[in-house]
T-cell receptor, first 112, second 114 residues
């Protein structure tokens, strides 16, 4: 069973703080890694993707990938109340396929 | 550029009926995937299409089927609906290309089976 694990939360952080979201995956052959944000009642929105070990920054978001330890994380700097949502970690397991395996998501609450 | 569109947005069906959901990918995107989202199971992969061919299928019963047309639009069908099929059905599209694997979701179709 290829699994993607996330802490369900809720994770509460004060406004302006750094929110750290973590995800582990079981399949060492996993190819690509994605973070989606999903507001209540809405569909998932792609916010970050990372394919190689290391860090990738985009604005207030940083994705970190460590394939040896099989984890991927998302840091949100200067957290805003509008960042309050469920964050889904997704993994593409197989070359030649776009199928994503999702974690159950971490609910983030940013407290004003 | 317009995003992924899905129709209808909401559906209420009775157990035993069948339903067809439609998805139009982002212009230029040729890969379409379908997912089911429920509170208990989260997001689960249904199937994936590219160039009118099903490339991959998830662990769902044969009542779930799909197809893709030459213009990349896709449909999925669920026959003999069960109460457990109530879910948000999401379509995602991707621009097929080397080192390009990002998928973008449509707004979803919320199906309620009574």
């Amino acid at each position: 069973q290829k699994e993607v694990e996330q802490n369900s939360g809720p994770l509460s952080v004060p406004e302006g703080a750094i929110a750290s979201l973590n995800c582990t995956y079981s399949d060492r052959g996993s190819q690509s890694f994605f973070w989606y944000r999903q507001y209540s009642g809405k569909s998932p929105e792609l916010i970050m993707f990372i394919y190689s070990n290391g860090d990738k920054e985009d604005g207030r978001f940083t994705a970190q990938l460590n394939k040896a330890s099989q984890y991927v994380s998302l840091l949100i700097r200067d957290s805003q109340p509008s960042d309050s949502a469920t964050y889904l970690c997704a993994v593409r397991l197989r070359a030649g396929s776009y199928q994503l395996t999702f974690g159950k998501g971490t609910k983030l609450s940013v407290i004003p | 550029k317009a995003g992924v569109t899905q129709t209808p947005r909401y559906l209420i069906k009775t157990r035993g009926q069948q339903v067809t959901l439609s998805c139009s990918p982002i212009s230029g995107h040729r890969s379409v995937s379908w997912y089911q989202q429920t509170p208990g199971q989260g997001l689960q992969f249904l199937f994936e299409y590219f160039s009118e061919t099903q490339r991959n299928k998830g662990n769902f019963p044969g009542r779930f089927s799909g197809r893709q047309f030459s213009n990349s639009r896709s449909e999925m069908n669920v026959s003999t609906l069960e109460l457990g099929d109530s879910a948000l059905y999401l379509c995602a599209s991707s621009l097929e290309g080397r080192n390009y694997y990002e998928q973008y979701f449509g707004p979803g179709t919320r199906l309620t089976v009574t």
